[in-house]
């Protein structure tokens, strides 16, 4: 935590990027370009907003696109590190070795408090000037103090779902010369920041506008702080419940500074639900909207889902509450798709990022409500045979092919080809031919004077840098986007997503089922949800259907891995429990073609990917050496030593 002087305020130079936002009528450059002092800001509105947008910039950490741990070339983010998905590249870090297990470090997705803190007080300096500014009304302070609260909350959610209670810092420090000593803060409690997260919610919500146009929808609204207000709360609330299932010990749980007491539950699922319900009340006024198609055509209601979250509709879908935008003329773009587009697409190199795991793909169920468990074999073991790849998941879920690349399906005018070989038979039966290198390098057999090729464009080999699994991440990849060269150039511009009412109604799902007796009102949300995917209808309701509901639905936008660590599952062994991050691997489909019948039949295996451990204490992240010697009065989380 830095330690700055609250008198002076970003002094120096003001180039503020405001491309970012797209809000070029923040600034005017002609009257507050150039070095100026917070005496010249706080007498120029323009400037005072200007301000905003550089809070915007450094306050918030959504877990985004090119948020990896690591950096880029490990691919390690919270999808690949969840049971969502591996990650393909054959020499990263975290999987490269399916010899060795692959241990959760202390720092994974930690958010630097030296960087966090020096925007926290940049907030609460500019908290304090613009009450004390007269270049402004009433209506505009409440306004800006409403928008820079949100961010700050947003900051302190951001270190809370990771470290627990943290130092609550919300007024300017005054360094008096020599006393450092007055500077260093304790932890709070972690259900005191919590706390604090919602209540500033509820106190800045109706402060906000409902709605903004133009660029401003990607500014903080009612609906925004109401949605922070509903995930902040439903995480309290989860692990006020289910951390009693730990063994943690320490100072750092006897202080509260971890842990929340089971008799807290109850009040937090009721403030989820409550924020939710408030959401929930704006859409039935047309704030907000699920983003439908009237079509009941499953390959339509595919794409309406995959472009929920596309480049081409761009955020402009109803249904986003808040997001982040992208703007790559200006310099902000970012680079998911040169990261993760299927390898035959990516240009001079990279891609294959995030490839989900059979598990995953077998969340989805059928169309009629069935068990998602693909048809591999019939009912006496004999493997079926399918004209084409892509048939074997005819009848899925819709939303399957809206986030997910399966073999055979369609990508940017062609399909998707991952074979893992040939079979000199049919019916699954014969001698099998294994694609054995990267596939844009030889893979072939040649059989009774015919050459097969052993390998899809797309991959099929344990080798290379194409997926493993047999599948690649649909979902935010901007098919449109054509030039895959030089993956710093930063081209993408699909928005990143923090809240929108698909989570929602999903939150309001599981606080009902949390709390009893609001059994019907899960049931219909969770059937909000489903109707718009194009699937069966539920027509009872437990805590696993929605829980189920929720991986499926938001699937691969970074919260699953939260979701099981607030559930307080992660620790668990996955061949033994069907869930956790312990012993969880993933498994990969296998289309072979049987050359003797034209057809395909499939297998599962295991991909060359390190077996995982997650520890009890990576439900708490470890503060760095360099937080602790800064702030003497920091404890350190359960398990790390001092």
């Given at each position: 935590?830095?330690?700055?002087?609250?008198?002076?305020?970003?002094?120096?130079?003001?180039?503020?990027?405001?491309?970012?936002?797209?809000?070029?009528?923040?600034?005017?450059?002609?009257?507050?370009?150039?070095?100026?002092?917070?005496?010249?800001?706080?007498?120029?509105?323009?400037?005072?907003?200007?301000?905003?947008?550089?809070?915007?910039?450094?306050?918030?950490?959504?877990?985004?696109?090119?948020?990896?741990?690591?950096g880029k070339s490990n691919l390690t983010n919270q999808t690949s590190l969840s049971d969502e998905a591996t990650a393909a590249y054959q020499k990263e870090s975290a999987f490269s070795n399916s010899s060795v297990t692959y241990?959760?470090?202390?720092?994974?997705?930690?958010?630097?408090?030296?960087?966090?803190?020096?925007?926290?007080?940049?907030?609460?300096?500019?908290?304090?000037?613009?009450?004390?500014?007269?270049?402004?009304?009433?209506?505009?302070?409440?306004?800006?103090?409403?928008?820079?609260?949100?961010?700050?909350?947003?900051?302190?959610?951001?270190?809370?779902?990771?470290?627990?209670?943290?130092?609550?810092?919300?007024?300017?420090?005054?360094?008096?010369?020599?006393?450092?000593?007055?500077?260093?803060?304790?932890?709070?409690?972690?259900?005191?920041?919590?706390?604090?997260?919602?209540?500033?919610?509820?106190?800045?919500?109706?402060?906000?506008?409902?709605?903004?146009?133009?660029?401003?929808?990607?500014?903080?609204?009612?609906?925004?702080?109401?949605?922070?207000?509903?995930?902040?709360?439903?995480?309290?609330?989860?692990?006020?419940?289910?951390?009693?299932?730990?063994?943690?010990?320490?100072?750092?749980?006897?202080?509260?500074?971890?842990?929340?007491?089971?008799?807290?539950?109850?009040?937090?699922?009721?403030?989820?639900?409550?924020?939710?319900k408030k959401i929930l009340e704006m859409a039935d006024r047309g704030i907000y909207q699920l983003y439908k198609t009237s079509s009941t055509n499953p390959e339509d209601l595919a794409a309406n889902f995959y472009n929920l979250f596309s480049k081409t509709v761009n955020g402009d879908n109803g249904e986003y509450i808040f997001q982040k935008h992208y703007d790559a003329a200006a310099g902000y773009g970012h680079m998911w798709d040169k990261l993760n587009t299927p390898f035959s697409y990516r240009?001079?190199?990279?891609?294959?990022?995030?490839?989900?795991?059979?598990?995953?793909?077998?969340?989805?169920?059928?169309?009629?409500?069935?068990?998602?468990?693909?048809?591999?074999?019939?009912?006496?073991?004999?493997?079926?045979?399918?004209?084409?790849?892509?048939?074997?998941?005819?009848?899925?879920?819709?939303?399957?092919?809206?986030?997910?690349?399966?073999?055979?399906?369609?990508c940017r005018g062609t399909n998707i080809e991952w074979m893992r070989g040939v079979i000199d038979g049919q019916n699954g039966i014969g001698t099998k031919y294994t694609a054995s290198a990267q596939p844009d390098q030889e893979n072939s057999v040649t059989i009774n004077g015919v050459k097969y090729r052993t390998s899809g464009k797309d991959g099929g080999a344990n080798t290379g840098d194409a997926s493993k699994t047999g599948f690649y991440q649909k979902k935010f990849l901007d098919e449109t986007l054509t030039d895959m060269t030089n993956i710093d150039a930063k081209r993408s511009e699909t928005p990143w997503v923090a809240f929108r009412l698909g989570e929602v109604y999903l939150n309001l799902a599981e606080a009902c089922m949390e709390m009893g007796g609001k059994d019907d009102e899960a049931l219909k949300a969770v059937n909000e949800i489903r109707a718009r995917a194009g699937i069966s209808l539920l027509t009872s309701i437990t805590l696993e259907k929605v829980r189920h509901e929720r991986k499926v639905e938001l699937a691969f936008e970074r919260l699953r891995y939260w979701d099981l660590k607030r559930w307080r599952v992660a620790h668990l062994d996955f061949k033994t429990n069907g869930i956790g991050l312990t012993n969880f691997r993933g498994t990969a489909l296998y289309p072979w073609y049987n050359i003797r019948s034209g057809k395909y039949t499939f297998t599962t295996g295991i991909p060359p990917k390190q077996l995982r451990v997650f520890l009890e204490r990576n439900y708490y992240t470890q503060f760095r050496p360099e937080d602790l010697s800064t702030d003497p009065k920091l404890v350190q989380n359960p398990g790390y030593g001092n």
């Open positions: 935590m830095k330690k700055i002087n609250s008198k002076i305020f970003l002094f120096g130079i003001i180039f503020l990027l405001l491309g970012l936002f797209s809000c070029t009528d923040y600034l005017n450059r002609e009257s507050t370009s150039g070095v100026v002092t917070s005496e010249v800001i706080w007498t120029n509105s323009n400037a005072i907003n200007a301000l905003l947008v550089n809070l915007y910039s450094s306050g918030l950490k959504l877990d985004e696109f090119d948020d990896w741990y690591g241990t959760y470090g202390g720092n994974v997705f930690n958010d630097n408090l030296d960087i966090r803190y020096k925007s926290i007080r940049n907030i609460n300096d500019f908290l304090l000037k613009v009450e004390e500014t007269d270049i402004l009304s009433n209506d505009e302070k409440s306004a800006l103090n409403a928008e820079a609260r949100f961010i700050r909350a947003m900051g302190y959610f951001s270190l809370v779902k990771r470290y627990g209670g943290v130092p609550l810092l919300t007024e300017p420090q005054a360094y008096v010369a020599g006393d450092v000593e007055a500077l260093y803060i304790e932890r709070s409690k972690e259900v005191d920041v919590y706390d604090f997260i919602i209540n500033e919610c509820k106190e800045i919500a109706d402060k906000l506008p409902e709605t903004r146009s133009g660029a401003g929808k990607y500014r903080a609204t009612r609906g925004a702080a109401w949605a922070l207000c509903s995930r902040a709360a439903l995480y309290a609330a989860t692990i006020a419940k289910y951390s009693g299932t730990l063994t943690l010990s320490g100072e750092a749980v006897s202080k509260g500074y971890v842990y929340i007491a089971a008799s807290e539950a109850p009040r937090f699922f009721l403030e989820s639900y409550n924020a939710s240009g001079d190199g990279w891609g294959c990022g995030m490839t989900p795991v059979l598990e995953m793909v077998e969340e989805f169920e059928y169309i009629d409500g069935s068990s998602g468990a693909l048809k591999i074999n019939d009912s006496n073991g004999n493997p079926i045979s399918y004209d084409n790849p892509y048939d074997i998941f005819k009848d899925k879920d819709p939303r399957l092919i809206g986030s997910v690349y399966v073999p055979g399906g369609a």
